[in-house]
Each structure stands twice: as C-alpha cells, then as structure tokens.
C-alpha cells in the first residue's frame, strides 16, 4: 500500500471511528456538531442565488425556480458558519443547474454540497392559431400571442406578430406550436429567368444594366444572375422583386 492510499484509509477509519470515539469520553456527536444547516435552508441559500443572478442579467420575464435535488440536512460544529453559493456552470433554462454550496466554519472550509435546480422561463410569443401548411404564406388571422415557457428556444421566437405577418412557413404547424424564427422565412420575390435590374457600385459611381436571374431569391439573399450586355455571370444580392445589387 503506497502513502497515499496509506493515509486515504487512516482518514476514512478516523471518520468512521470518530462518533464512537468522542461518545466514549463522554461527548455524544450531536454535542460535538451542535449546529445543523437544514435541507430547507440549503434550498433558501441556492435558491436567493438563482435569483439574484437572473435579476443581476436583467432578467425580466416570468420564472419559477424548483428544486431538483436539495443534500439532506448538514450538522456543523460549534462556530461562526458562512456559506459561499455558485453557480459554477451558469443558468441553464434547460435541464438542471447546478448550484455549489462552499459551507466555512470560523473562515475554514468545512464541506461542498451541490444542488440541482430547474428554471422554468415564460414568455408571450407568437404560436399558430391554427394548422399551416407547409410554404403558405402567413397571415394575421394564422396567428396568436399565447404565454408559454420557453425553455431552450432562447431568442429564437417570435413576440411580435407583426414581424411574422406575410412570411412563408417552412414547415406544417399546428395549433398552439411556437413559431421559430427557423420556422418561417421571407417569401421568394425573384425567380429564376425573371428580368431584373442589376445596380453596380464602382469607385463610387451607381451603374444600371440589365440582366436575367440565374435562380431563386429572397430579399437579402445572394443569387447568381447574367449580365445581358456582356453575358458575365455575376452574384448580386436581392434588394426587391427586379432589383439585384452588386459592390465592387
């Protein structure tokens, strides 16, 4: 047995004698650790941290905080006791967030117990106020606000159903589903063979010519196009339904 393992098993064998050991000379343990952090107050400590970090971000939405898992009910020695909370790993509006309890005992550390929270976030986002297929362009009456929890969609909703109205759906929904910012896009203005009017920027100076759409389009988006003049095919972004632009 090398010194390592030599004194890991001194230490566990003075654990397990030591409640024993003092009773016999007459201090039960209960004297010995008179003090007891319990799982209610554990809970309180982990939980004032969750909050303040979330107030601290400038969290503002709606939340509840739950336990996942409290240690059970600590017994201390006599002394001053301090805990330090963390959350090493963050919020997490997903799964479990841990939170670290560093308990001090007159200054020195005494014992690290971990908990496991669930936050639960809220919104009011846009959701479908009925079923849509597949690439139908949306409309007012396709849409609602509805609060619901957000979880991992992060900033990926929508809350304004304005920024939704006359967006194509990519994808069939049904009633009450959040739409996703991945789930809805800007509708096809150029197609492929459409005339447009390509606006060139060279040293400065704004040039107009004519040209035919190589493909498919949205407002934003880069497409190739031919140049009727020179027949130089060129990509150009798409500004509105026949206009495409280029920057040299």
């Not at 650790?33 to 970090?53: C, G, K, N, W």
């Amino acid at each position: 047995m090398n010194g390592a393992r030599f004194l890991r098993a001194l230490l566990l064998a003075w654990l397990f004698f030591l409640p024993a050991a003092v009773e016999a000379y007459g201090m039960p343990p209960e004297e010995m650790y008179a003090q007891e952090l319990s799982s209610e107050e554990l809970e309180r400590l982990a939980t004032d941290h969750i909050e303040a970090v979330l107030t601290e971000g400038g969290e503002s939405r709606r939340h509840t905080v739950t336990a996942a898992y409290v240690p059970r009910p600590l017994r201390l020695p006599a002394g001053s006791v301090a805990c330090e909370v963390t959350t090493p790993n963050g919020l997490r509006y997903w799964g479990n967030t841990a939170v670290s309890i560093n308990v001090l005992v007159d200054g020195a550390p005494f014992r690290k117990l971990t908990c496991q929270f669930r936050i639960h976030l809220f919104d009011s986002i846009v959701v479908a106020a009925r079923g849509i297929q597949a690439r139908q362009i949306l409309t007012a009456g396709d849409l609602r606000v509805e609060e619901q929890e957000i979880g991992a969609s992060g900033d990926k909703y929508y809350t304004d159903p304005a920024e939704v109205v006359g967006l194509v759906s990519s994808r069939r929904l049904s009633p009450g589903q959040p739409i996703l910012r991945t789930m809805a896009k800007k509708p096809q203005i150029i197609k492929g063979g459409d005339i447009v009017v390509i606006v060139a920027h060279v040293n400065g100076v704004e040039v107009k010519m004519d040209g035919v759409a190589l493909g498919s389009g949205r407002e934003g988006e880069s497409i190739r196009v031919r140049n009727s003049t020179s027949r130089k095919i060129i990509r150009a972004r798409v500004i509105d339904a026949g206009t495409v632009e280029v920057w040299n």
